[in-house]
């Protein structure tokens, strides 16, 4: 177990993927100009209706993007990790910022990618629904770089990081692939019943 920064948000950032933070708080401000000299990582919690969960994203400080004259940033970070919450101190050594004491979850690499998966991911990606923004899809792709191209809600992405297993991740991935197939070709159906009309 390890003790890291936290910053509870509404929000999740799997591994690999970027988020964009305007940091103003005088705690955060503290937090990330300590992250950003001591080159570390920090926690962000997620948080549902003000009650923080028991599941985080690990991030890493990517880039500034801009400084504002009253100590206030525009900044990316990277997600690095997964962790879950075992307790929350509060703050030390002069810190206006909290710190967890959190459990990392190591993942098990290499995985295989279900076949099952890529077939659902280019099927939905051919409905039309983001083609823009997603590209035919890689050969192997593990459940986060699936679920950061469906550009997941945020309460459907913490449902994924409880989930400890990258085969689990698929199945439940598979699924979710299966329901949004079904809603957009039910769109579909609409939008042309609508232009025969």
Known sequence: MERIPIFPLSAVVFPGEFFNLHIFEPRYKQL?????QENS???IPYIDNKTPGDYGSEVRLHKVLNRYPGGELDITVEGIGVFEIQSYED???GKLYSEGLVKKRM???PF???SILAFLLNEYVSLGKNSDAIQ????????????ILLGMHPAKKY???QIETEQKRQTWLNNELKLLIQS??????????????
């Open 91 to 93: 703050p030390i050594d």
């Open 107 to 109: 993942e098990s690499l």
């Open 41 to 43: 990582s920090f926690g």
């Open 136 to 147: 035919q899809t890689e050969p192997l792709l593990s459940s986060y770089e699936a679920a």
């Open 112 to 114: 295989e990618q279900s």
């Open 32 to 36: 990330l100009q300590d992250a950003e």
């Open 159 to 161: 449902r994924l990081i």
């Open 184 to 197: 957009r070709k039910m769109e579909l159906q609409l939008d042309r019943k609508f232009i025969l009309n």
